[in-house]
């Protein structure tokens, strides 16, 4: 019997064009929804629009439209957006729907009913962005303590649900389901801030007309949170589909951006206690993307279009900047350099290197067709990277469980480098069938792990390996041992091509955290440059290094790390770079200006700390010291080494 898994986002207001802070919370939790799939769960994913409140009503107002004609053009964008992301929702809702109408009105009958709803005089002060209600003393410096927005003076009748007598029963439901709220830190805010006591809460509203009347008095309109969430039981099928309603509901995830987990882990527990309704397993509230500093937001405008970076690198890469890059629950600034050095790297690099270093050598070396082994030396790190993905996707760690996966591919890379299969093959030694078989099958259980997080890669790693497609795989077919000897590999193009900036000719990466004397691992990731089997490259490969003697002019500490200079370097005809280097330990900032250095000055910008560096210095490096390449005499900076 698979178990039942359903899983929401936020229901986004269509008041603008989304950004790549809601495709991070989608993307998120369609990799989640479809890695319960993957695992044979019964899966309900909704996602969907938060379409009333006077937000809405105004803006419509301002563009001369009617609301529904403003929200259902905006509407139609957001679900073309989650179509050119892949995602894989099992219900869109709007509550717009009359499903929905019905439900609210019958949820604010039930509330009377249980006495949990009265008419007063609301005073207090309005947050129309927020759609909050706060209370003078909540205010910070007269504005909105969550968006340091103006408020407005309200002063009218309202409606008032009695949230004050579910403070004690929430504590008790917290304290005895530790994973009810997540990551911690937002669990102990919330035990925090209901402690200070909880107030009644208006849920109604007379001024302004774009929203649910209320069935006992249709003057007043219900109030946008409380409309909102009830989406998630309507999309269930609460009192509408019994019989659906009882099979998904409690949802197992609400995810959610960290603003709004008060909502979702105070105010809709309560409600549901008061319709006597099963609580959500777990609200998870994950960190925001930022842009600098700030937080990414539609009324800020300091927005990134995703449809862009899909047009520009493919919807697989977006996805994986999204999943892997920032810890999931932590906030992470987004940079477009970031999302070019992830792909390059992880995609191209790691993952793109593999899969064709190994069709190639299984072409040349056992005929095109996969070998028989007799025993392996990845399978112990493959089937401990299942356990680990599993482990942490429970946990909802969904950056940690994409990294598990690349520990594998990482290995597998390294594994060539200490198997030189193309000496194996020259010297005829047996174990050649089981180095290429560990490479093809890693490879095989990667692409069945890495389909929830990405769309097409999986599927051409499948036909490249001579499988069909990845679609349908099952997590158990990510048990070792699925490749079928002999299977006929099909050599394609590269899965990721390496993205080539603009500043490609001039700039160069410091991969100074591995060390200045570490190769340049950019160039692993072109394909036509990369070393052959037999280890070698021809003269032109090595001519695509741009190797330069440049001259250092200024030299710095970067600010919380031991081992990292921040190097200006004059490369002659006004090229000054900055470069990030590992060589703190080993020299003083003050000794170097003056320093003539060889840099690789055609490797990708890196950022490092913050600091984008342009190149990579030559040193050589033992277990006692470390010495920069300095040519023996002066050479005029710029000079090209060949
Ligand atoms: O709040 N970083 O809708 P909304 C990460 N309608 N996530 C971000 C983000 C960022 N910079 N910006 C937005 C609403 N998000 C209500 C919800 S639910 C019953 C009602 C994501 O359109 C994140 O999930 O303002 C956040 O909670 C949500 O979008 C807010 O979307």
């Given at each position: 019997?698979?178990?039942?898994?359903?899983?929401?986002?936020?229901?986004?207001?269509?008041?603008?064009?989304?950004?790549?802070?809601?495709?991070?919370?989608?993307?998120?939790?369609?990799?989640?929804?479809?890695?319960?799939?993957?695992?044979?769960?019964?899966?309900?994913?909704?996602?969907?629009?938060?379409?009333?409140?006077?937000?809405?009503?105004?803006?419509?107002?301002?563009?001369?439209?009617?609301?529904?004609?403003?929200?259902?053009?905006?509407?139609?964008?957001?679900?073309?957006?989650?179509?050119?992301?892949?995602?894989?929702?099992?219900?869109?809702?709007?509550?717009?729907?009359?499903?929905?109408?019905?439900?609210?009105?019958?949820?604010?009958?039930?509330?009377?009913?249980?006495?949990?709803?009265?008419?007063?005089?609301?005073?207090?002060?309005?947050?129309?962005?927020?759609?909050?209600?706060?209370?003078?003393?909540?205010?910070?410096?007269?504005?909105?303590?969550?968006?340091?927005?103006?408020?407005?003076?309200?002063?009218?009748?309202?409606?008032?649900?009695?949230?004050?007598?579910?403070?004690?029963?929430?504590?008790?439901?917290?304290?005895?389901?530790?994973?009810?709220?997540?990551?911690?830190?937002?669990?102990?805010?919330?035990?925090?801030?209901?402690?200070?006591?909880?107030?009644?809460?208006?849920?109604?509203?007379?001024?302004?007309?774009?929203?649910?009347?209320?069935?006992?008095?249709?003057?007043?309109?219900?109030?946008?949170?409380?409309?909102?969430?009830?989406?998630?039981?309507?999309?269930?099928?609460?009192?509408?589909?019994?019989?659906?309603?009882?099979?998904?509901?409690?949802?197992?995830?609400?995810?959610?951006?960290?603003?709004?987990?008060?909502?979702?882990?105070?105010?809709?527990?309560?409600?549901?206690?008061?319709?006597?309704?099963?609580?959500?397993?777990?609200?998870?509230?994950?960190?925001?993307?930022?842009?600098?500093?700030?937080?990414?937001?539609?009324?800020?405008?300091?927005?990134?279009?995703?449809?862009?970076?899909?047009?520009?690198?493919?919807?697989?890469a977006v996805r994986y900047y999204l999943l892997r890059e920032v810890p999931f629950g932590s906030d992470g600034s987004y940079t477009e350099d970031a999302l070019i050095l992830r792909t390059n790297v992880d995609l191209a690099n790691d993952l793109g290197n593999l899969l064709s270093r190994t069709t190639a050598m299984i072409e040349r070396f056992t005929r095109g067709t996969i070998p028989a082994p007799s025993g392996s030396s990845l399978r112990g790190l493959a089937d401990e990277t299942v356990r680990r993905v599993l482990e942490r996707l429970e946990k909802l760690q969904v950056s940690d469980a994409v990294a598990a996966i690349f520990e594998l591919v990482k290995r597998a890379n390294k594994f060539i480098e200490e198997e030189a299969p193309w000496q194996l093959h020259r010297s005829g030694d047996g174990r050649l069938g089981d180095v290429l078989y560990d490479l093809a099958e890693s490879l095989r259980v990667t692409a069945v792990l890495l389909s929830p997080f990405l769309l097409d890669a999986p599927n051409a790693i499948y036909r490249q390996l001579g499988l069909g497609s990845a679609e349908g795989a099952t997590l158990a077919d990510a048990a070792w041992g699925g490749l079928p000897v002999g299977t006929k590999v099909e050599r394609g193009e590269p899965i990721f091509p390496r993205i080539e900036t603009e500043r490609e000719d001039s700039a160069a990466v410091a991969e100074a955290d591995k060390g200045p004397a570490s190769p340049p691992a950019t160039e692993k990731a072109a394909p036509a440059a990369a070393a052959d089997e037999t280890g070698m490259i021809t003269i032109d490969e090595f001519q695509r290094l741009d190797l330069r003697v440049g001259t250092i002019v200024a030299a710095s500490r970067v600010k919380g790390a031991d081992r990292l200079l921040e190097l200006t370097v004059d490369l002659g005809e006004s090229d000054l770079r900055t470069i990030v280097s590992g060589i703190a330990e080993h020299y003083r900032p003050e000794e170097l200006p003056g320093t003539q250095i060889v840099l690789v000055a055609n490797l990708q910008p890196a950022k490092i700390r913050g600091i984008v560096s342009h190149g990579m210095i030559l040193a050589g490096k033992t277990s006692e010291t470390l010495q920069i390449v300095s040519p023996r005499e002066a050479l005029p900076a710029g000079t090209r080494i060949k």
């Amino acid at each position: 019997m698979p178990e039942r898994f359903t899983i929401t986002t936020p229901i986004y207001y269509p008041n603008d064009r989304l950004h790549i802070g809601h495709a991070y919370t989608t993307v998120a939790a369609d990799a989640i929804a479809r890695f319960h799939r993957l695992r044979g769960d019964d899966v309900f994913f909704v996602t969907g629009t938060d379409e009333h409140g006077q937000k809405i009503e105004d803006r419509a107002g301002k563009v001369g439209k009617t609301p529904i004609a403003y929200v259902d053009e905006i509407v139609s964008d957001i679900r073309d957006l989650w179509q050119v992301l892949g995602i894989s929702h099992d219900d869109f809702i709007r509550t717009t729907e009359s499903r929905h109408e019905q439900v609210v009105q019958e949820v604010f009958r039930r509330l009377e009913a249980k006495g949990d709803l009265y008419l007063s005089q609301y005073e207090g002060w309005y947050c129309t962005p927020c759609e909050s209600f706060w209370v003078e003393g909540k205010l910070v410096d007269g504005n909105c303590p969550t968006c340091g927005g103006p408020v407005a003076r309200l002063n009218e009748e309202s409606y008032f649900f009695r949230l004050s007598r579910y403070a004690e029963p929430l504590l008790q439901h917290i304290e005895s389901h530790p994973d009810f709220i997540q990551p911690v830190s937002r669990r102990n805010e919330m035990i925090q801030f209901i402690r200070q006591g909880l107030e009644d809460l208006s849920v109604s509203r007379t001024s302004f007309r774009w929203g649910i009347p209320l069935p006992q008095d249709p003057r007043h309109i219900a109030y946008v949170w409380v409309d909102a969430l009830t989406n998630y039981i309507t999309a269930c099928g609460y009192l509408q589909d019994p019989e659906r309603f009882n099979r998904y509901w409690p949802a197992d995830v609400h995810l959610v951006g960290k603003e709004i987990v008060r909502f979702h882990a105070v105010i809709w527990p309560a409600l549901l206690l008061s319709l006597d309704l099963p609580l959500p397993k777990v609200v998870y509230g994950h960190g925001w993307l930022l842009l600098g500093e700030q937080k990414m937001s539609k009324s800020r405008g300091n927005v990134i279009d995703p449809r862009q970076l899909v047009r520009r690198y493919g919807r697989d890469a977006v996805r994986y900047y999204l999943l892997r890059e920032v810890p999931f629950g932590s906030d992470g600034s987004y940079t477009e350099d970031a999302l070019i050095l992830r792909t390059n790297v992880d995609l191209a690099n790691d993952l793109g290197n593999l899969l064709s270093r190994t069709t190639a050598m299984i072409e040349r070396f056992t005929r095109g067709t996969i070998p028989a082994p007799s025993g392996s030396s990845l399978r112990g790190l493959a089937d401990e990277t299942v356990r680990r993905v599993l482990e942490r996707l429970e946990k909802l760690q969904v950056s940690d469980a994409v990294a598990a996966i690349f520990e594998l591919v990482k290995r597998a890379n390294k594994f060539i480098e200490e198997e030189a299969p193309w000496q194996l093959h020259r010297s005829g030694d047996g174990r050649l069938g089981d180095v290429l078989y560990d490479l093809a099958e890693s490879l095989r259980v990667t692409a069945v792990l890495l389909s929830p997080f990405l769309l097409d890669a999986p599927n051409a790693i499948y036909r490249q390996l001579g499988l069909g497609s990845a679609e349908g795989a099952t997590l158990a077919d990510a048990a070792w041992g699925g490749l079928p000897v002999g299977t006929k590999v099909e050599r394609g193009e590269p899965i990721f091509p390496r993205i080539e900036t603009e500043r490609e000719d001039s700039a160069a990466v410091a991969e100074a955290d591995k060390g200045p004397a570490s190769p340049p691992a950019t160039e692993k990731a072109a394909p036509a440059a990369a070393a052959d089997e037999t280890g070698m490259i021809t003269i032109d490969e090595f001519q695509r290094l741009d190797l330069r003697v440049g001259t250092i002019v200024a030299a710095s500490r970067v600010k919380g790390a031991d081992r990292l200079l921040e190097l200006t370097v004059d490369l002659g005809e006004s090229d000054l770079r900055t470069i990030v280097s590992g060589i703190a330990e080993h020299y003083r900032p003050e000794e170097l200006p003056g320093t003539q250095i060889v840099l690789v000055a055609n490797l990708q910008p890196a950022k490092i700390r913050g600091i984008v560096s342009h190149g990579m210095i030559l040193a050589g490096k033992t277990s006692e010291t470390l010495q920069i390449v300095s040519p023996r005499e002066a050479l005029p900076a710029g000079t090209r080494i060949k």
